[in-house]
């Protein structure tokens, strides 16, 4: 299985809080992505990186922000949640022309 | 642009074949297929890169049309574990890291 690790799996939290998202990888791949997922919309493209603080958006990045200062870590910020972005979060890593791996999810629910 | 799945979903049962269709009105670089089963991670299928391309994986294969705007993902003989979602994801041809999936079809094979 690909080294890829999602931190936390679970989070509540409330409306109106900064909520950070953690994706680590230990296969040195050069790409990273953030989706959610959500019930008849399937996995929508947050943010995604091509390399160290090369980003770039997806369909749905407002009120999402992202960092990438190394390569192995690829952070998702939200500044200040909303109910709307509770969702599950997938992060994937991949090197050009291979496919993508996810992790295993992140849970969120914004109250 | 976000591919077109269809159909929404599928029931079959175990031994019949089931067709996958995904589709872009422009042409591609790639196409990705995931099968996801309910509360896990998406997990990978098949990745085409070039028209004219058909892959297989044992009783599952795939194509690619020859003008990259089309493919097909094709069930042969379904057992019982091919249940869950699969989604195609696909990448422009000006942007080929950019992976945005289609919103899924929903396969249940009954005994």
């Known amino acids: 299985d690909a080294g890829i690790t999602q931190s936390p799996r679970h989070k509540v939290t409330e409306t109106g809080t900064p909520v950070t998202l953690r994706c680590h990888q230990t296969e040195n791949h050069r790409y990273m992505y953030w989706y959610r997922q959500d019930p008849g919309h399937g996995l929508r493209l947050i943010h995604y990186s091509y390399g160290v603080k090369d980003t770039d958006k997806g369909e749905v990045s407002d009120g999402y922000s992202v960092s990438r200062s190394k390569t192995e870590d690829f952070l998702l910020t939200l500044e200040s949640a909303t109910s709307s972005q509770t969702s599950v979060y997938f992060c994937a890593i991949r090197e050009r022309d291979q496919p993508q791996h996810f992790g295993d999810g992140t849970r969120l629910s914004i109250l | 642009q976000q591919p077109v799945q269809s159909p929404q979903a599928v029931i079959l049962r175990e031994g019949e074949d089931a067709v996958i269709n995904c589709s872009s009105s422009k042409a591609l670089y790639s196409v990705h297929w995931y099968r996801q089963k309910h509360g896990e991670a998406p997990v990978f299928l098949m990745i085409l890169l070039k028209g004219g391309e058909q892959k297989g994986h044992e009783k599952i294969s795939a194509s690619f049309n020859e003008k990259k705007q089309q493919s097909s993902l094709y069930l042969t003989a379904s057992q019982l574990s091919y249940s869950g979602t699969y989604f195609c994801?696909?990448?422009?041809?000006?942007?080929?890291?950019?992976?945005?999936f289609g919103k899924g079809t929903r396969l249940h094979i009954l005994p």
């Open positions: 994801g696909t990448a422009p041809q000006n942007r080929d890291d950019k992976i945005i």
